[in-house]
């Protein structure tokens, strides 16, 4: 137990979901990066305006391979975000436990044409939105 205790890597206080894809040629992903998953080929890319992916959460490391297919491991859990700036679907705080959307790779809004589910909201703030973020959730997929 003691070195369970010692290597903080192997413990999972707050029950995360981890999971690890395969990252989508040409894209770049960094540890804290927000991270999504298509839906057809399992590949990781950042958010972005665009249907057919499924969020799984936060880069908490970035594994690279010499033959240039790299692997990214994610968690999932609660995590603040930027707020669109678009009054049409600005997220308010009456929007708390709805749905919100990726507009880019660290913005949400409520607009979900042709968009990524980022997650649920928890919380609006003044320079931001707290959102939850599930895999297991709503995905309709095996894992």
Aim: charged share 25%; glycine share 8%.
């Amino acid at each position: 137990m003691n070195i369970l205790a010692r290597n903080k890597r192997l413990l999972n206080p707050f029950g995360e979901n981890i999971t690890i894809f395969h990252v989508e040629k040409g894209e770049t992903i960094k540890e804290g990066d927000f991270v999504v998953v298509n839906t057809r080929t399992w590949q990781a890319s950042k958010p972005k305006k665009a249907g057919g992916y499924y969020s799984v959460g936060r880069a908490v490391r970035v594994i690279a391979s010499n033959d240039g297919c790299d692997l990214v491991v994610c968690k999932d859990g609660i995590f603040q975000c930027d707020n669109t700036k678009d009054s049409k679907h600005h997220i308010l705080k009456n929007d708390v436990f709805r749905a919100c959307y990726f507009k880019d790779t660290d913005t949400v809004s409520l607009d979900n044409i042709n968009a990524t589910r980022a997650g649920e909201i928890i919380s609006v703030f003044d320079d931001g939105v707290l959102i939850k973020i599930d895999v297991n959730e709503g995905s309709g997929m095996e894992w």
